[in-house]
């Protein structure tokens, strides 16, 4: 449980600090993530891990086609279909992720739970790329 969270800026970058109390002790984590406009790449930061780009890709859809045996439709998510297509967004982004399992769906859900405002970011990336993806398409069916 967050006992404070700092957010500071530097350029285009959001610095996220977080003092953590818990049966361990005081943990201090600090997320540090690009901040998008319009189709920019965000930069994530969990934990301890490397720095990695979000990139929108189909083997996170292919993912969660594998974990739900149904094509994603946000139309209809529920949560738990949500967060999961997140978490395959950001772990698919890592280049070498399938042969490296670099972050666990528990990582991701306790990084989310260190700091809930990520999820609002990881929904306007999500977002902002199903719209590019939508005006791409129909940009090429127009020229054709």
Same mark, same amino acid.
């Given at each position: 449980?967050?006992?404070?969270?700092?957010?500071?800026?530097?350029?285009? =970058?959001?610095?996220?600090?977080?003092?953590?109390?818990?049966?361990?002790?005081?943990?201090?984590?600090?997320?540090? =993530?690009?901040?998008?406009?319009?189709?920019?790449? *965000?930069?994530?930061?969990?934990?301890?891990?490397? @720095?990695?780009?979000?990139?929108?890709?189909?083997?996170?859809?292919?993912?969660?086609?594998?974990? =739900?045996?149904? @094509? *994603?439709?946000?139309?209809?998510?529920?949560?738990?279909? *949500?967060?999961?297509? =997140?978490?395959?967004?950001?772990?698919?982004?890592?280049?070498?992720?399938?042969?490296?399992?670099?972050?666990?769906?528990?990582?991701?859900?306790?990084?989310?739970?260190?700091? @809930?405002?990520?999820?609002?970011?990881?929904?306007?990336?999500?977002?902002?790329?199903?719209?590019?993806?939508?005006?791409?398409?129909?940009?090429?069916?127009?020229?054709?």
């Amino acid at each position: 449980m967050p006992l404070i969270g700092i957010p500071f800026f530097i350029n285009e =970058y959001q610095i996220d600090i977080h003092v953590c109390l818990n049966k361990q002790g005081i943990n201090f984590y600090i997320n540090i =993530y690009k901040i998008h406009k319009n189709q920019d790449n *965000m930069i994530v930061k969990i934990q301890d891990k490397e @720095p990695v780009e979000l990139r929108f890709t189909f083997n996170a859809l292919v993912e969660y086609e594998k974990k =739900y045996d149904k @094509p *994603m439709t946000v139309d209809s998510w529920t949560l738990d279909e *949500m967060l999961w297509f =997140y978490y395959f967004v950001v772990l698919c982004s890592k280049k070498g992720w399938n042969t490296n399992a670099w972050l666990t769906k528990e990582e991701f859900d306790e990084w989310l739970n260190d700091d @809930p405002t990520v999820l609002n970011d990881l929904a306007d990336f999500v977002v902002n790329n199903m719209n590019l993806n939508d005006v791409l398409s129909k940009d090429k069916k127009k020229q054709n």
